[in-house]
């Protein structure tokens, strides 16, 4: 599943390059994201100096040394293993100025082309940290989004803080329309916790209160599951048959 989102992915970054000289791309964090980053960092004959990366979310006011920080997940997970350097990294720093650093990185973003967002689903249905009910309208690149109980309770589950009262109760996100302004979305979504989240979806209706299921409106999104993921998809003997 990693390796062919990562493969899958890649692709499209190597079309970019060769269509346009550059492209952009959007990264995402999360254990979801663990082994595709690890194999997107492996895949080869790609000019990383030619490619910007932008960051999709960020906790207000956590320091860039707790162990739960994107900046240093996505450093020491992906951007420093690289096999060049990139471009340019646009990281975001909510520790201090949460409000200034989503206008500071919305207003180079849209001055971009995202070619391909790599990206997740959260276990209550959120993209990015777009929780229920999520604005799918506001055309803002980034918003300042309080988390809500089933976010934060993910965020303690996958062993990121040791107590509720060390989860932050805000971060800076990208927003729905942003997400969607890609011109492909590789989604990857491993773990049977997720499985109500990727039923809702795919096989329901687009609602806020569902924000994956926007991804049905997307030109070009594929979806990369395990078999415990979709197990709960109408049709996911016949999917993972192979």
């Known amino acids: 599943m990693a390796e062919r989102a990562a493969s899958a992915g890649a692709a499209v970054i190597r079309q970019a ?13 999360g254990a979801s994201q663990l082994e595709m980053l690890e194999s997107l960092v492996q895949e080869p ?15 207000v006011a956590l320091p860039i040394s707790h162990p739960a920080s994107f900046r240093s997940y996505l450093w020491t997970r992906f951007h420093a293993r690289l096999p060049l350097p990139v471009r340019a990294f646009h990281y975001l720093n909510a520790e201090h100025d949460a409000g200034a650093e989503a206008k500071r990185v919305g207003s180079i973003i849209r001055n971009h082309t995202i070619d391909v967002a790599f990206i997740g689903i959260g276990e209550n249905g959120h993209i990015a940290f777009n929780d229920p009910p999520a604005d799918f309208d506001t055309e803002e690149p980034y918003l300042i989004v309080k988390l809500d109980e089933a976010c934060r309770k993910q965020q303690l589950g996958e062993g990121w803080f040791k107590s509720m009262d060390e989860v932050p109760t805000r971060a ?25 989240a990727v039923k809702n979806a795919v096989e329901g209706g687009v609602t806020p209160h569902a924000p994956a299921s926007i991804l049905q409106e997307h030109k070009y999104c594929q979806l990369f599951l ?17």
């Open 172 to 196: 800076i996100s990208m927003s729905v329309k942003q997400i969607m302004r890609s011109a492909t979305i590789i989604c990857t979504v491993p773990d049977e916790r997720k499985a109500l």
């Open 226 to 242: 395990n078999r415990s993921a979709g197990s709960l998809l109408k049709q996911s003997e016949k999917a993972f048959s192979l």
């Open 17 to 29: 390059l060769l269509e346009g000289g550059h492209a952009s791309i959007i990264v995402a964090t």
């Open 45 to 59: 004959d790609i000019r990383w100096d030619r490619v910007t990366v932008f960051h999709l979310d960020e906790y």
